[in-house]
Nanobody
Framework: QVQLVESGGGLVQAGGSLRLSCAAS????????MGWFRQAPGKEREFVVL????????NYADSVKGRFTISRDNAKNTVYLQMNSLKPEDTAVYYC????????????????WGKGTLVTVSS
């Protein structure tokens, strides 16, 4: 069982930056691929980025490529999402998720979810 707690959301102007963190409980954090997803009002939850168990491989959605950077610190049981050049369309609740196996980008590929943190980008 893994519990995930996101933090770092807030209100930022377009062009600004935010850094999200996701702290995981348990001693097997390095066994999970980790991901960030987001859900805008009235829309379905969508994939943002994945990072492999070692941190050596990442997969970004085209919409955030070049602007967002995921990283993880297995010693601290934490995954981060650095978001730069934010746009109003990035406004959403951002969710941290963990996958026991595989490398899928679908919501169904993830086994554990945090409760989310709200990011609002004003124009």
């Amino acid at each position: 069982q893994v519990q995930l707690v996101e933090s770092g959301g807030g209100l930022v102007q377009a062009g600004g930056s935010l850094r999200l963190s996701c702290a995981a409980s348990g001693r097997t954090f390095s066994s999970y691929a980790m991901g960030w997803f987001r859900q805008a009002p009235g829309k379905e939850r969508e994939f943002v980025v994945l990072i492999s168990r070692s941190g050596g491989t990442t997969n970004y959605a085209d919409s955030v490529k070049g602007r967002f950077t995921i990283s993880r610190d297995n010693a601290k049981n934490t995954v981060y999402l650095q978001m730069n050049s934010l746009k109003p369309e990035d406004t959403a609740v951002y969710y941290c998720a963990a996958a026991l196996s595989g490398w899928g980008t679908s919501v169904n590929a993830m086994n554990y979810w945090g409760k989310g943190t709200l990011v609002t980008v004003s124009s």
